[in-house]
């Protein structure tokens, strides 16, 4: 596993404690889960924030990201989110552009994908974008058209998977990290239709729980809340009750876990690092190849040797 300098984040485990000191309506003790059924054994890539852009050969690196998750005997891929950059904030053909250019470019993984929605990846919330809410393709329209759906589940070899959506779009078009009642109440139902024990795996773009969020870094510094899923509490108590066994998340560009009640929360770096500029606080640009064993998840990050034409590390 690459190593890399954590000087500026929380220790984990403090981060840990503090979450689960602020955390409301959760209690400290361990769920009694039920027996885990068994599966099989299999290799999935974890692949999140490619932001996707033809400038400072964003293009370039996706592409080498992607030939070098290819070389690992994976099952398949789930990309984490934020698959372009960035259609938010931009006109329409620019962001039919990103779209076009990242569908074409993830050719290269020759791997069945399933993707989960990622902020930049919603159309036109931002009003120097010059969209309307009429626009055919407005907001989470575009991750659809694109992409596909934007909160499902599948299953594979034994292990249910999860895909959320964790994008909430405010009344004054920005975002924050939310999984609203209607996707909440599937989920609710989702996990009950399982047989009993099933392992589970879910992906978020927004973390559900993290370190960073608690750190003193200029990301926390923004209008909404945006760097962790505001309604998290929910989701905790409701995996309380089910074999939760890894809980994969993008979005901050760093490669974290913290874990509560048993659950590993796996935050999964980015392709593009620091946005193409080098580093995010020490994290370089990678993904993560995960084994499935025995009802664990065992990441490893790998690195893919990009370089940026114009460092700017962190």
């Known amino acids: ?16 404690t503090f979450a689960a000191a602020t955390a409301p309506r959760l209690y400290a003790g361990v769920p009694n889960r039920p027996p885990l059924r068994s599966h099989q054994s299999f290799t999935f890539v974890f692949i999140t924030d490619t932001h996707l852009q033809p400038e400072l050969n964003g293009a370039e690196g996706c592409h080498e990201a992607f030939l070098k998750a290819r070389q690992f005997p994976a099952d398949f891929a789930i990309h984490g989110g934020d698959h372009v950059f960035d259609a938010l904030g931009v006109n329409a053909n620019r962001a039919t552009m990103l779209a076009d250019l990242y569908k074409r470019t993830a050719d290269d993984l020759r791997l069945p994908v399933y993707n989960t929605m990622g902020n930049h990846d919603c159309f036109g919330i931002y009003k120097e974008s010059g969209a309307q809410p009429t626009d055919p393709f407005y907001g989470k329209k575009y991750f659809q058209d ?20 964790s994008i909430g779009i405010t009344e004054d078009r920005s975002y924050e990290g939310r999984v609203d009642a209607e996707q ?15 392992p589970i795996i879910v992906s978020t773009h927004i973390p559900i729980m993290n370190a960073i969020d608690y750190a003193s870094v200029p990301l926390n510094k923004m209008k909404h809340h ?25 979005h901050t560009h760093v490669v974290e876990r913290v874990e ?8 999964g770096g980015s392709v593009c690092g620091n946005w193409w500029h080098g580093t995010r606080y020490g994290t ?31």
């Open 1 to 16: 596993m690459i190593s890399f300098n954590r000087r500026r984040f929380l220790s984990l485990s403090a981060g840990a």
């Open 146 to 165: 694109n992409f596909g759906q934007t909160y499902y589940s599948f299953d594979h070899k034994g292990v249910h998977f999860v895909i959320l959506d």
């Open 184 to 198: 909440f109440n599937w989920l609710s139902r989702d996990l009950a239709a399982q047989p009993v024990g099933t």
């Open 226 to 250: 945006s760097l962790s899923v505001i309604n998290a509490a929910d989701i905790l108590e409701l995996f309380d009750h089910y074999n939760v066994i890894g809980v994969f998340q993008g």
């Open 260 to 267: 509560w009640h048993g659950v590993p929360y796996i935050t």
């Open 284 to 314: 370089p640009e990678g993904f993560m190849v995960v084994k499935v064993e025995k009802g664990k998840v065992i990441p490893h990050y790998e690195s893919y040797g990009f370089h940026t034409i114009d460092p700017r590390n962190t």
